[in-house]
């Protein structure tokens, strides 16, 4: 008796909750570290891109618009459904090669936990930086902290603890996204865009592209609906050009670390306030 | 009679759905207009035209319980004749005196112009029956007022019952006859902008020929931002109905730089046309010295002292 | 007819040299560069002063004496640089009167405002932020915030001394030192703050004042000493500014143009509405970038509003600026008036009804009367551009919704004004305009507690509370 062919997967974007092939009908052949060929990957063009950003836009006024608390259960959510697919993550990882299972293991242990942490911030990073202000004068006067909008991601090197680590801050304070994928590790980008599409995440608040960053990227940066760009996948000649781009409407911009980054270690808030608008509201005080 | 916007009052229910449609006022927003105007700088020529100005427009007032003839004669001859030592100076356009004191300061200015105010329906609390304050008014007017300054009243105001407010205004207009009707709202007890504005409605639609502020006895008295808000009154009720209404604001006016923002705030809200004694009149009494004293300064070029003025 | 006799206000108070250096390292300085520009009063288009235009040799002179004085300054502790600002705070106290006259003179803003408005502001800034330069700690940025170094600023012309305290409290709160640059029609107060830093022993290098343009502005923006740039000014420059930092990594925030809408629902506190659309666009003759510029009023009361609207405008006295009972002073330069007329003209030819109150224009200097358009549509230029001056483009609306979708309609998204006696009405209104400050029932208030800043294209970061802490501290 012959052993069962496997039915392998068909790896296609991640746009407005849905998972269509590149418009453009391309698709790239992605290898483990050894060259041994693991699947082929839609390979976005820019008018995927505008899509995305259509998808980011339209999903906007619904989740900024969520409570604080919806938001963080969706998170949570999402860690959920990422520790349940722990197995496919590991083994997508390890087929990858250059990291074993135990190290795949704690990556992906990581990244629910992650999800978890950045889950129990959504109702409270209003508070952290949020003032009310004492101006002198008869005036209640209170600065909260809002969503920019639509943020571009160039999301880092590196399977799904980084990936995860970029979009999570951005999304539960508010804003939706439109990720570009690491080139060399799409696969669990668009296996974690399964775990979204089934996590009560409302389509669209995250768009996932895989391809070439140095393709897409520019597109998103300089795109005139996108309100920030997240650069930190970027290479330096990449970065300087995006951020050029991005000066067109003034994005807000979060520039490549200065060093490489250690996704282990405790990530601060500055992801989440790198997408943070202050709006400060003042009414009369009197009778 | 027959008053502009009467029909309002035809029910309790129209006359509330009418007041609580004004707009509403901002206190902070009022508050800020009149310190701005507060701020306006009236010197030389326009100080003194300012000065004269408010001289004419004073209600010269005493409301005691020791206000006796001879303190009345006394007031009324300055009245008439504010500084002794300069003809010059205008008299003031009337003074005001509890009801019992008509006959006297009528005696006192005959023939000088200068017109005799009562207060009446049961000055300063309002706390009596209709009749009273009706019996009072007419006889105020028997014994010679030319003007009644009457109070609302107030308890009936707070407790939303503006058609008793309406009808004792109505009745008491009724009693003025020939005589001038000015409606105190006494807007310190009324708390609130909005009450200022509502009660300045509901006097005008019910006949008043002035509304006036306070009646002295309550602190607050007279302020600028409460004086702004019954302009903008007497401005749109003008506009609504093309009848004109003046205001007085009365109670703690001292001095004349607080006389002279007092009209600016007039010239600025309700416009020019009520800078006249007809439309609008400051309700005080030492303010007539200081008046004085700055008029002086202005003709000589040293400052006044008050043992140049009379006391009176 | 009650006429106010001119009540202008002494300008003996002020002493204006006849030319300016430049103030580097605690010193007045000639500059190496051989432009020099007259600056004008702009009511009389009077010469005031001949101030020095800083050439590239200039500003980095000025950058290295920041530099240098960077590591004396940042290691100082906080509590004693929070002392030097108290004393900076307290000069401008007590020159406040000559302050404001030299405010006017050079801007031509009203001296009503300049008194009342800019000095106690610019006051009260410096002693907010004198108080944070010893409490960093407690700030929300980490236990031991840093400085980032050379703060490189450059300011506008509308509010030039509050726009320098707006920049340089802040920045030397957090242990930076800073060049900055006075906008060019602008100079004096700039040049006169020196002389403060001077009384208040400051040590030298800490403030450094560089007078020009824009090629001045560029030089110092893009000098590789300056680890920190701070714009306030047009969305124009600033986007030249961010993409001419791309690939730096100095640290930006930007606070540039604006076209608020001023929403008026029907049930709004009238009066107050129209003294708030008055101030929100007729303030500082519109000069100001958070400017009520777009008044968006209900349909079911468009009309009254605007019978009020004209009425109220009739009482503004226009005029020389110096006279304390002048509510619009002058334009502040030929330029500006022109571009001001431009657009005016083309509100006119897109087909708005254009209205002004009967207003005499004096012969010299620069004026435009306060200006209505009605009848305006979201296409046109009137209420799509930034004026920057008296002008009012009037919009109509229907239902909240339509309200906050014309209100957002616009790549800006600096201020907005909501009028509404409804609390809820004006929270629903507030949590959906995507603007940085919302006024509602008042317009134009600042205060040094409140950060002020944009979304959009309005620019980035916030200037004022402990929020205008974040872009001076490395975080």
Request: hydrophobic share 45%; aromatic share 8%; proline share 6%.
């Amino acid at each position: 008796m012959s052993e069962r062919l496997a039915v392998n997967k068909t790896y296609k974007l991640f746009i407005g909750g849905a998972f269509p092939r590149s418009e453009s009908g391309r698709s790239y052949v992605v290898t483990s570290s050894k060259g041994d060929f693991l699947a082929n990957a839609a390979r976005a063009s820019r008018k995927d891109a505008r899509d995305a950003v259509a998808a980011a836009r339209k999903a906007f006024p619904g989740w900024s618009r969520a409570t604080a608390y919806n938001r963080g259960q969706i998170l949570y959510r999402i860690a959920e459904m990422l520790e349940g697919r722990r197995a496919q993550f590991v083994a997508e990882i390890t087929a990858m090669g250059g990291v074993g299972v135990k190290q795949a293991g704690e990556m992906v242990d990581a990244a629910v936990d992650r999800l978890v942490w950045y889950a129990g911030w959504s109702d409270k990073i209003g508070a952290v930086l949020g003032s009310a202000n004492p101006v002198a004068g008869p005036y209640f006067n209170l600065s909260s902290p809002e969503p920019s909008g639509v943020v571009a991601v160039v999301a880092p090197q590196g399977p799904l603890l980084g990936l995860v680590s970029v979009i999570a801050p951005v999304i539960v304070t508010g804003n939706t996204c439109v990720v570009v994928a690491c080139e060399r590790a799409p696969l669990p980008a668009i296996t974690l865009a399964e775990v979204l599409a089934t996590s009560d995440l409302p389509g669209g608040v995250v768009n996932i592209l895989t391809g070439s960053a140095a393709e897409i990227a520019p597109w998103l940066a300089g795109h005139m609906d996108v309100n920030g760009i997240d650069l930190t996948g970027a290479d330096p000649e990449l970065a300087v050009t995006c951020e050029e781009l991005a000066a067109e409407n003034l994005k807000r911009v979060l520039r490549p670390p200065a060093a490489p980054v250690n996704w282990l270690a405790d990530p601060g808030i500055e992801r989440m306030t790198a997408f943070l608008e202050t709006k400060t509201v003042w009414h009369p005080i009197g009778v | 009679m027959t008053t502009p916007l009467a029909e309002v009052a035809s029910s309790p229910s129209t006359l509330r759905a009418f007041l609580h449609g004004l707009p509403g006022v901002d206190r902070v927003g009022a508050d800020a207009r009149a310190a701005m105007l507060g701020t306006r700088s009236i010197k030389t020529t326009a100080k003194k035209q300012a000065i004269d100005l408010a001289i004419g427009m004073v209600d010269l007032t005493t409301l005691e319980g020791a206000d006796t003839p001879g303190k009345i004669r006394a007031m009324c001859a300055k009245a008439v004749r504010p500084d002794p030592a300069d003809a010059s100076v205008p008299p003031v356009a009337a003074v005001c005196v509890y009801p019992d004191l008509v006959a006297t300061a009528v005696e006192a200015l005959a023939g000088s112009g200068v017109k005799v105010a009562s207060v009446a329906t049961s000055f300063p609390s309002g706390r009596s029956s209709l009749e009273v304050k009706v019996a009072e008014t007419s006889l105020a007017v028997a014994a010679g007022a030319s003007e009644i300054d009457m109070v609302i009243d107030r308890g009936a105001f707070l407790a939303g019952d503006y058609l008793k407010v309406y009808e004792e205004i109505v009745a008491t207009k009724h009693a003025c006859a020939d005589a001038h009707l000015k409606v105190i709202l006494e807007t310190g007890e009324l708390a609130t902008y909005d009450n200022v504005r509502r009660a300045s409605w509901l006097a005008m639609i019910a006949g008043a020929d002035f509304i006036k502020t306070s009646t002295g006895k309550v602190s607050p008295a007279a302020t600028l931002p409460v004086t702004l808000v019954m302009l903008e009154a007497v401005r749109d009720f003008m506009a609504a109905t093309g009848r004109k209404v003046g205001v007085k604001p009365a109670g703690g006016i001292r001095t004349t730089k607080d006389a002279i923002k007092y009209l600016v705030l007039v010239n600025e809200t309700a416009g020019p046309d009520w800078l006249h004694a007809d439309w609008f009149r400051l309700g005080a009494s030492s303010l007539l010295n200081d008046l004085l004293m700055q008029r002086q300064k202005m003709a000589t070029g040293r400052y006044a002292g008050p043992d140049y003025f009379t006391l009176d | 007819m009650f006429e106010y006799a001119p009540a202008p206000e002494s300008r003996d108070i002020v002493d204006i040299r006849p030319s300016y250096g430049l103030f580097i390292n605690g010193e007045w300085v000639e500059p190496q560069s051989e432009a020099r520009h007259k600056t004008v009063n702009p009511a009389t288009e009077e010469v005031l002063a001949e101030v020095a235009w800083a050439g590239e040799a200039d500003v980095d002179r000025a950058v290295q004496a920041a530099a240098k004085a960077f590591p004396v300054w940042s290691a100082m502790p906080g509590a004693e640089r929070a002392k030097y600002l108290f004393r900076i705070a307290r000069l401008i106290q007590e020159r406040a009167r000559e302050l404001a006259v030299l405010e006017t003179l050079d801007n031509g803003k009203p001296i009503r405002e300049s008194r009342d408005v800019d000095l106690p502001l610019v006051a009260a800034h410096f002693f907010y932020y004198a108080g944070w330069a010893d409490k960093l700690a407690y700030a929300g940025f980490g236990p031991d915030p840093r400085p980032l170094g050379v703060a490189g600023q450059v300011i506008p012309w509308n509010f030039p001394l509050l726009m320098l305290a707006w920049k340089i409290a802040p920045a030397l709160a957090c242990g930076n030192t800073v060049v900055l640059k006075p906008a060019e029609t602008t100079p004096l107060t700039a040049l006169a703050f020196a002389d403060i830093c001077r009384q208040a022993d400051l040590p030298p290098g800490v403030v450094n004042i560089v007078t020009g343009a824009g090629e001045t502005g560029a030089a110092l923006v893009n000098h590789p000493g300056v680890d920190k740039v701070a714009f306030t000014g047009s969305t124009e420059v600033g986007r030249l500014i961010a993409r001419s930092l791309a690939g730096t990594r100095k640290k930006l925030t930007l606070e540039l143009g604006g076209k608020a809408a001023n929403i008026v629902f029907e049930d709004a506190p009238l009066d107050q509405a129209v003294e708030g659309v008055v101030n929100g666009i007729f303030f500082n003759q519109g000069h100001v970038c958070c400017a009520g510029s777009r008044l968006l009023v209900q349909e079911s009361i468009a009309a009254d509003l605007l019978e009020a609207l004209k009425r109220r405008l009739g009482t503004m006295r226009l005029g020389d600026p110096l006279d304390k009972n002048t509510d619009i002073g002058a334009i502040n330069s030929a330029e500006q008036l022109a571009k001001i007329r431009e657009l005016s003209e083309a509100g006119e030819a897109e087909g708005a009804e254009r209205w002004s109150p009967a207003c005499p224009i004096p012969d010299r200097g620069y004026w435009f009367p306060p200006t209505v358009f009605t009848g305006v549509a979201q296409s046109h230029r009137i209420a799509r551009e930034e004026i920057f001056g008296p002008v009012l483009s009037v919009l109509t609306f229907r239902t909240p919704a339509e309200a906050v979708e014309k209100a957002n309609n616009t790549p800006y998204g600096l201020s907005a004004g909501v009028w509404t006696e409804k609390g809820s009405l004006m929270l629903w209104t507030a949590s959906r305009l995507r603007a940085g400050v919302v006024w509602s029932n008042t317009f134009n208030r600042f205060d040094p507690t409140s950060p002020f800043g944009g979304y959009k294209e309005s620019g980035y970061g916030r200037e004022g509370g402990r929020h205008g802490l974040e872009g001076y501290l490395a975080l």
